[in-house]
């Protein structure tokens, strides 16, 4: 459930300036980024990055003014709150890269790649026939084509491109 707050631009300039975006975002359930744009639609200024952290040094960090404009950003601003908090990453159900990674490499175990490309796959193998049709049709005056989506073989990594990819092939 939600409910609609109506906040004038003078109100929402005055939070801005007492709590960091991120925090007050939490507290209305929405992210500090849609805080952001919000504020920008009704040209309401920031704290700048580090205006915080002067803050708590001691400092005296500038504050923007809040300009007053005719038309429609004179009207108030409405924000949706969120009565639950927006969820975090953990509680959407995202799985931990590294454990992800982790459990999927015990699966697949190791792929050797072999320091020479010997009797490749069906697929590579197409892959180096066209790239020697490809430079014959450029010495005999053509441009070929370099848009096809094989792995270029010209350079070292180039062909060790082939053999990684000519390993997992024969894995699959």
Same mark, same amino acid.
């Given at each position: 459930?939600?409910?609609?707050?109506?906040?004038?631009?003078?109100?929402?300039?005055?939070?801005?300036?007492?709590?960091?975006?991120?925090?007050?975002?939490?507290?209305?359930?929405?992210?500090?980024? &849609?805080?952001? @744009?919000?504020? #920008? %639609?009704?040209?309401? /200024?920031? $704290?700048?990055?580090?205006? *915080?952290?002067?803050?708590?040094?001691?400092?005296?960090?500038?504050?923007?003014?809040?300009?007053?404009?005719?038309?429609?950003?004179?009207?108030?601003?409405?924000?949706?709150?969120?009565?639950?908090?927006?969820?975090?990453?953990?509680?959407?159900?995202?799985?931990?890269?590294?454990?992800?990674?982790?459990?999927?490499?015990?699966?697949? &175990?190791?792929? @050797?790649?072999? #320091? %020479?490309?010997?009797? /490749?796959? $069906?697929?590579?193998?197409? *892959?180096?026939?066209?790239?020697?049709?490809?430079?014959?049709?450029?010495?005999?005056?053509?441009?070929?084509?370099?848009?096809?989506?094989?792995?270029?073989?010209?350079?070292?990594?180039?062909?060790?491109?082939?053999?990684?990819?000519?390993?997992?092939?024969?894995?699959?």
């Amino acid at each position: 459930m939600s409910d609609l707050k109506s906040l004038t631009r003078r109100e929402l300039y005055d939070l801005l300036w007492k709590k960091p975006v991120d925090t007050l975002a939490k507290e209305f359930g929405i992210s500090g980024r &849609g805080l952001g @744009k919000l504020c #920008e %639609r009704y040209s309401i /200024p920031v $704290p700048p990055r580090g205006y *915080w952290e002067r803050k708590a040094a001691r400092q005296k960090p500038v504050k923007a003014p809040l300009l007053e404009i005719e038309g429609r950003h004179q009207a108030d601003v409405a924000i949706r709150i969120f009565r639950t908090p927006l969820p975090t990453e953990e509680e959407r159900g995202r799985p931990d890269y590294f454990r992800y990674w982790h459990q999927q490499s015990k699966e697949i &175990g190791d792929v @050797k790649v072999p #320091e %020479r490309l010997m009797k /490749p796959h $069906p697929i590579v193998a197409r *892959w180096l026939t066209e790239d020697v049709e490809e430079r014959k049709r450029t010495r005999q005056g053509g441009w070929g084509s370099h848009n096809s989506l094989k792995p270029p073989r010209e350079t070292p990594l180039g062909n060790r491109r082939l053999r990684i990819f000519d390993a997992m092939f024969k894995w699959l």
